[in-house]
């Protein structure tokens, strides 16, 4: 299970710009999510992604958003808990989370799991999750925390689909609910006080 006095709540990419009727859903889990693990002093990491000109996105994909605020600033429900105490905001013009600004900012917190929610499960969660598995470190996917946004592709197949191909890269048992990480923050806190 998480050991959550060396983990990480990684918060990827719930900004503006994608947020939409496919992603919107998770929004009010991971306010929660963020709120209750700050509340418990962890520390939390709050990623935006800005695109830019000429970028791999607009060459190969076409898509052209995220270029400044408002679309790169995280969503309103977040601003609170991004502001808070043990909260880290990293920008990042990449998938991975784990840039190397990123991997210091872990190694400074001395972590060893990553409990990742987000947008997009098929871009920057998966990709996130894949290199903090390569990196040695644990990574743990909050299921109905994390979504697509995806709107050329049925966003629910895609989402499904990323999460299939985490549990068979990484493990099956990285994949939980956002109740088994709550059991978990709470049972910690109950063991320190104890």
């Known amino acids: ?44 990491i709050f990623t935006r992604y800005w695109n830019y000109e000429g970028s791999p996105w607009e060459r190969l994909i076409g898509w052209r958003a995220l270029y400044g605020p408002p679309e790169t600033d995280l969503a309103p429900e977040l601003l609170d808990t991004a502001a808070g105490e043990n909260a880290h905001t990293l920008d990042k013009q990449v998938y991975t989370a784990l ?48 979504a697509s946004n995806a709107t050329r592709h049925k966003a629910a197949e895609i989402h499904d689909s990323a999460l299939l191909l985490i549990s068979r890269l990484v493990g099956n048992g990285q994949v939980l609910d956002s109740k088994d990480v709550l059991t978990a923050l709470d049972r910690s806190s109950e063991a320190s006080n104890s």
């Open 99 to 146: 840039t190397p600004g990123g991997l210091a900012l872990l190694e400074e917190l001395k972590v060893t799991d990553v409990v990742i929610c987000g947008i997009a499960t098929d871009a920057c969660v998966l990709k996130t999750t894949l290199d903090a598995f390569e990196h040695g470190l644990t990574p743990w996917v909050i299921r109905d925390a994390v």
């Open 1 to 44: 299970m998480i050991d959550i006095d060396r983990a990480v709540l990684l918060v990827v990419d719930v900004q503006n710009g994608f947020v939409n009727e496919h992603s919107a859903h998770v929004l009010p889990v991971i306010a929660d999510m963020a709120a209750r693990w700050a509340a418990k002093g962890r520390p939390t």
